[in-house]
């Protein structure tokens, strides 16, 4: 447990067998409100834990008073239908988080011609197509995934004793929750103690693509300037004095990005090519991930001016500027 000020926060860490170590989200006392932010998965780990952390803090269920959702991906979202069928307490979360959440049909359907259309830019070919069809229901989809209550969209930039600001990067409609009186920062998925974050190539509202490593670095140095005491984050221990973490994040996407420049140097043109190349039969198994690792640097190096890219047949090549 954690205590500072009128704010008691009780962690509720699910150790997970990958690599992501553990699923957390976070019950959060203050003096007129016990808040939950994010609520797992929906399993019988996370539900039970969730009941063991109420009671050792003599709370039940019916005792929490609202959900604020970092983001809207399954890990963080999972236990918000069973909490809210139990008793009806508000459910809040970014706009663009509402649209999956609820499966807006013309949402989703564009999400889905955006993968296509993007792969087959990428050079995925057949490949890609058949990875878009294959994760049309579970990952793109997700129709069983459903929030079924009224979500409420985070309307100004200050709730229930947090202020709130966008951090995209791991996904568009990630925020954090920030109180300034202890310096605390609940981060979503935005900083790990143990593994750097993905940051996932998504449409925005209007369906043109996010540049998502640009915005997790934007988002990595927004919350470096807060100079924040803790950091809860959704999966492995939670991070006391940020500072030097965050520095080593940012430092990372350079150093990593400069490996690309070789990469493409090499003769490795298009998105697809350097995915094989550096991700190996990964390519394959994690396609969405690999894809959106690549994407991300190469945006990331073309708005820095060291890249640059032609369209040929219908494919993005990429190329390293020519310095004279
Ligand atoms: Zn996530």
């Known amino acids: ?3 500072k000020n009128n704010m008691e926060v009780y962690p509720v860490m699910v150790p997970t067998s990958n690599k ?6 976070f019950l959060v006392k203050q003096a007129n409100s016990l808040t939950l932010i994010d609520a797992g998965l929906n399993n019988d780990d996370c539900w039970n834990a969730l009941q063991l952390t109420l009671k050792d803090h003599d709370y039940t269920l019916t ?27 508000p459910v809040y979360a970014h706009p663009y988080a509402k649209l999956i959440l609820k499966r807006d049909t013309q949402y989703m359907k564009m999400r889905i011609e955006f993968f296509r259309k993007l792969y087959q830019e990428m050079g995925c070919g057949e490949f890609g197509d058949k990875q878009v069809d294959d994760a049309r229901n579970p990952i793109i989809l997700r129709e069983n995934k459903t929030i079924h209550c009224e979500i409420q969209e985070f309307t100004n930039n200050h709730l229930i004793g947090f202020d709130i600001f966008e951090i995209p990067g791991h996904t568009p409609d990630q925020v954090a929750f920030y109180n300034k009186e202890c310096k605390w920062l609940f981060a979503g998925d935005l900083l790990m103690q143990h593994i750097p974050s993905n940051a996932m190539v998504e449409p925005n509202y209007d369906g043109t693509r996010t540049k998502s490593l640009v915005q997790q670095k934007q988002s990595l140095e927004k919350c470096l300037s807060l100079n ?8 492995g221990s ?6 030097d973490l965050l520095k080593e994040r940012i430092k990372e996407i350079d150093e990593k990005a400069n490996k690309y420049i070789n990469i493409i140097q090499s003769g490795n043109s298009t998105a697809s090519g350097i995915a ?18 690549v994407i991300g640097y190469l945006d990331y190096l073309e ?14 090549h990429y190329y390293c500027r020519e310095w004279s």
């Open 303 to 316: 708005l820095q001016g060291k890249i640059t890219k032609e369209m040929e047949k219908g494919i993005w």
């Open 1 to 3: 447990m954690y205590k």
């Open 228 to 235: 924040s005491e803790l950091v809860f984050s959704g999966h």
């Open 20 to 25: 992501l170590a553990s699923i957390n989200f």
């Open 276 to 293: 094989q190349f550096v991700y190996k039969e990964k390519y394959e198994q994690q396609f969405f991930n690999t894809m959106s690792k």
């Open 63 to 89: 005792d929490i008073t609202g959900i604020l959702l970092t983001h809207n991906h399954i890990d963080h979202i999972g236990l918000v239908n069973r909490i809210v069928s139990t008793h009806s307490i």
């Open 238 to 243: 939670t991070i006391e004095n940020p500072v």
